[in-house]
């Protein structure tokens, strides 16, 4: 008899069915580990449960307090698993191990890039894919447009309207089994068996390949051109502004990355997209996404416990708890709103916003790493390592982003709505109405100064730094300013 394979909860789509006989474990246990948004639990438990539904007989659900408890004495083989505890816990069983599926390129192709490269670069890596796929490349060593990247042209800042004027994006329609699982998590709250923070529901992102297809293909006819102009700025009244939300499904396995590339870079075939937005959409997807994914295995298992500036505040209760309310400073508390009502937010409010303060406050990577797994709908234990540890905390001393990504308020005054509504002033570092951002960016510099001198892209900083002449009284106010809850 045919082993039975074991699909985990990011192998979901048909990418990762060869036809056989298929188990998928719903582990109690695994949604009460930390505290966790009540719509991810949602939706990994409605995407188990819709594909156990279109398994049909072919399928074995199996309910069960621990995977182990579920998955011991079979025959099984599994692709392998996305999580280093996934991995280990496959071979333990003895499970065939097939290479894993769901990325652009191997493990092994990226082993060959690397080589003997020391201080490899996402955007050599980028490069290199693009050749060897010849996506958006008009000839060899020849990209689209004459340019492999078009960052440059896709920092618009905010405009100077409520919204971006796009339709409303395409959301699935909950069925009985979304009902279903809200009831059980019902249960599992009441019981005590979880801890379930942020707003519950409706169910915004794609489940199923069907539902993700659908999600693709409004995104390509709806916001697609205005993705990259506007990829990273804020809008209070517009959350998804034009980002494509199509990170769950592919974390989920139902939406393959290549057939998201190849939609987009279709519609940039028939001219109907203009390239920078294309070539932004890619970049995030076959240069950033695939290298995070490789980074998680070449960084190894002890990466997130990397703490190169000394960060060692908690994280604050208001960010545990999701109380935007608690938070002072409009664009942070903006953002943890969207996180508490939407389980999401874009890579600006998460990088400059959510992850400058963590930055600026010191907070502990390890323990932030674990807030951004637990609290945004698309993430997963390899997807937040180098994403948070790396590039916004700067913990890794580098190995992800040649510099912290740390910024005052100007930043973000200029890429958002939210300061023309704030108590506090991002033109001040100083005083009752001085923006903690502000202020926050020259306490940071002052508190990390000795562990990053010898960054070259830190010497114009750390000057304007040592020209302050307030310096002192800027770090004694960030001292004494009120935390966002013990």
């Keep these: ?28 246990r695994a949604f009460g580990r930390r505290p966790m948004h009540r719509q991810k639990a949602h939706l990994y438990l409605s995407a188990m449960r819709h594909r156990a539904e279109e398994l049909g007989r072919r399928g074995v659900y199996k309910k069960a307090d621990t995977f182990r408890e579920a998955l011991e004495g079979r025959d099984l083989e599994v692709i392998d698993p996305t999580s280093y505890a996934a991995r280990r816990l496959a071979r333990d069983l003895g499970a065939e191990i097939l290479p894993s599926r769901g990325f652009v390129t191997s493990e092994a192709e990226f082993t060959a890039f690397i080589g003997e490269q020391e201080h490899a670069r996402m955007e050599d890596f980028y490069r290199w894919v693009r050749g060897r796929t010849g996506i958006l490349m008009e000839a060899p060593d020849h990209p689209a447009g004459g340019r492999w990247n078009f960052d440059a042209d896709n920092r618009h800042p905010a405009p100077k309207s409520p919204t971006l004027g796009l339709p409303e994006p395409w959301w699935p329609a909950e069925d009985d089994i979304d009902a279903d699982v809200r009831r059980t998590l019902d249960r599992w709250e009441r019981d005590g068996d979880v801890r379930l923070v942020g707003d519950d529901g409706p169910r915004r992102f794609a489940v199923t390949g069907d539902e993700a297809r659908s999600a693709l293909h409004d995104f390509v006819e709806t916001r697609l051109n205005d993705f990259g102009p506007f990829e990273d700025a804020i809008l209070t009244s517009d959350w998804t502004m034009a980002h494509s939300l199509l990170s769950v499904p592919m974390n989920l396995g139902v939406l393959d990355p290549r057939d998201a590339i190849d939609e987009v870079v279709a519609a940039f075939g028939r001219g109907d997209a203009p390239l920078q937005s294309v070539e932004g959409f890619v970049r995030q997807i076959l240069g950033w996404r695939e290298w995070i994914w490789h980074s998680y295995w070449r960084f190894g298992e002890d990466y997130v416990t990397s703490n190169r500036l000394n960060a060692r505040r908690r994280v604050p209760v208001a960010l545990q708890d999701l109380d935007a309310d608690a938070i002072e400073e409009e664009c942070l508390s903006q953002a943890v ?16 916003v959510i992850g400058n303060h963590a930055l600026q406050r010191g907070y502990r990577p390890h323990e932030m790493n674990d807030w951004f797994v637990s609290m945004f709908a698309d993430g997963t234990p390899w997807v937040m390592p180098a994403n948070v540890v790396g590039m916004t905390l700067h913990a890794d001393g580098g190995r992800v982003a040649t510099k912290p990504y740390a910024a005052g308020g100007a930043y973000i005054d200029r890429m958002s709505d939210h300061c023309g509504r704030c108590r506090f002033d991002p033109k001040k570092r100083l005083g009752e109405d001085a923006c903690p951002f502000t202020a926050g960016y020259w306490a940071f510099l002052d508190r990390v100064e000795s562990r990053i001198e010898g960054n070259h892209r830190m010497q114009r900083p750390l000057a304007g730094l040592r020209r302050l002449a307030d310096r002192d009284a800027v770090v004694e106010q960030e001292r004494r300013r009120p935390g966002l809850g013990a």
Excluded: C, Y
């Design 1 to 28: 008899m045919s082993r039975t394979r074991w699909i985990v909860a990011n192998q979901l789509g048909t990418a990762f069915d060869d036809g056989g006989r298929m188990l998928i474990v719903e582990a109690k």
């Design 337 to 352: 709103r969207g996180v508490r009502e939407n389980a999401w937010a874009h890579h600006i409010q998460r990088l400059m």
